[in-house]
């Protein structure tokens, strides 16, 4: 595709639920990160992966949530037993390599939690 | 604490003035980046410095990236309402893509 995408844009769950949030790179990007974002605020760092490694997962704010990119391609973001605070604008974002490029974001998923 | 601080946090000026927003850390960056964000759309790139003093210019919009690579400034010339957005800064950390972005800058310019 011509721009990251991301699925679903909108997601309304129930607390305790588990949650998956899908993201498609531009193709051939080298690099993916997954940031959180409140309104107003800039993007608060989550995770990213080189490829199918992730490289830093210290922003990850507890072990219910987790990420993978199996291929170096898609990546899925996954929130377990969701509680009402996760609530935000989840957005990623992908760049061609390393060395300040330019990272090109998603539309962002808005997950609710009930 | 946030490895990048933004300032000011918020700044309302009219058409035609000029402004300077800042971007400071302790930490030393390979490079820093100013993206610029408009409500309901995710951030844009406008720039990335990467040499310490650099100082490059887009349009109306002048950018310098502190000698010593852990601050940068951004000044726009004769604002206009068009300007208004959330301006971000980020940084990249141990040469190996990693990005961290600073809370942000909400500028408003009045017609």
């Known amino acids: 595709g011509a721009g990251v995408s991301q699925s679903p844009r909108y997601k309304v769950t129930k607390r305790g639920q588990d949650v998956a949030l899908r993201c498609d790179p531009i193709s051939g990007h080298v690099s993916l990160y997954w940031y959180r974002q409140a309104l107003g605020q800039g993007p608060e760092f989550l995770t990213y992966?080189?490829?199918?490694?992730?490289?830093?997962k210290s922003g990850l704010p507890n072990d219910r949530f987790s990420a993978e990119r199996p291929e170096g391609s898609i990546s899925t973001l996954t929130i377990q037993r969701t509680e009402q605070r996760d609530s935000a604008m989840y957005r990623c974002a992908s760049s061609q390599w390393t060395g300040g490029y330019e990272q090109y974001f998603g539309p962002g998923t808005r997950l609710t939690v009930t | 604490t946030q490895l990048l601080e933004q300032s000011p946090q918020f700044l309302s000026i009219q058409e035609g003035e000029n402004l300077t927003v800042y971007c400071n850390s302790s930490?030393?960056?390979?490079?820093l980046q100013w993206y610029r964000q408009e409500p309901g759309e995710g951030p844009v790139l406008l720039v990335t410095?990467?040499?310490?003093?650099e100082v490059k210019k887009l349009k109306r919009l002048t950018f310098q990236f502190g000698d010593a690579r852990k601050d940068s400034s951004l000044h726009i010339t004769a604002a206009q309402p068009g300007d208004t957005g959330l301006y971000l800064c980020?940084?990249?950390?141990?040469?190996?893509?990693?990005?961290?972005f600073g809370a942000g800058t909400r500028l408003t310019v009045k017609p």
């Open positions: 980020a940084g990249e950390v141990n040469n190996n893509n990693d990005m961290r």
């Open positions: 410095v990467v040499t310490g003093g």
């Open positions: 992966f080189n490829y199918e490694a992730q490289q830093d």
């Open positions: 930490s030393v960056f390979s490079s």
